[in-house]
């Protein structure tokens, strides 16, 4: 049925509709509001069902019934599917055995080189003993080498942050080959003088090789320690 309307004519045989809409049967009001809650419905046709609504029960009582259906049909309950969690963490632990010997090794030299630049840099930094230098002096350079093994130890504490010490390792290590290049073919200083540079350089490689190879995280080497 179609909902009442008042008309008034306007001159001739032209009608004047109290709507912009047009009329809308109630057929074609429940195909639209199908096709709206399947979102193919235009905003013309939309609109022409919200003014039949107004007027028509049969097809408010359609609209309702018709929204439960739809919800009904798209939101239920989610089929049961199988556990898989234990059967693939069962696998985490042998895969991640297989490659942990690989990815850990440069963080344990890297823990040596960092323990002995400690070492050596004890003297100078707490005596002022520098290979006859100044204790003022002595006790800098041995800051910069304490610094730098307790930047070492941090990395091979936590291999993400090797990337971030690399910078700084490199341009130290630079520096110092440089300037111990110089040194010696001066002849200020014998090559055995600046043999402790060599360490700089090893932790510069072993810290390069730990920036570029992927680590296992904290949680999976707890898992293949106890494994």
């Known amino acids: 049925r179609s909902s009442t309307t008042t008309s008034s004519r306007v001159g001739g045989n032209q009608l004047e509709s109290p709507s912009d809409y047009p009329f809308m049967r109630c057929e074609e009001c429940r195909e639209a509001v199908s096709a709206r809650l399947d979102g193919e419905a235009s ?16 097809c408010r009582a359609f609209e309702g019934s018709a929204t439960a259906l739809h919800r009904s049909l798209r939101v239920r309950p989610a089929e049961p599917v199988p556990d898989l969690t234990a059967a693939i963490l069962a696998k985490v632990p042998a895969a991640a055995g297989r490659a942990a010997p690989v990815r850990e090794w440069p963080r344990y030299a890297l823990f040596a080189v960092a323990l002995t630049q400690l070492l050596l840099a004890l003297p100078a930094l707490l005596l002022g003993d520098d290979g006859g230098t100044t204790a003022h002096v002595a006790r800098e350079l041995g800051s910069w080498d304490v610094a730098l093994g307790i930047g070492l130890l941090v990395a091979a504490w936590q291999p993400r942050r090797a990337a971030g010490l690399l910078p ?15 040194d010696v073919a001066g002849g200020r200083v014998p090559i055995a003088g600046e043999a402790h540079h060599v360490l700089d350089v090893a932790g510069l490689a072993v810290l390069w090789v730990l920036a570029r190879t992927p680590t296992l995280p904290p949680r999976a080497r707890a898992r293949v320690t106890t494994a």
């Open 43 to 58: 905003e013309l046709d939309a609109a022409a069902a919200d003014a039949h609504l107004v007027g028509c029960a049969e």
């Open 168 to 182: 700084f390792a490199a341009a130290l290590a630079a520096a110092l080959a440089v300037t111990a290049a110089f």
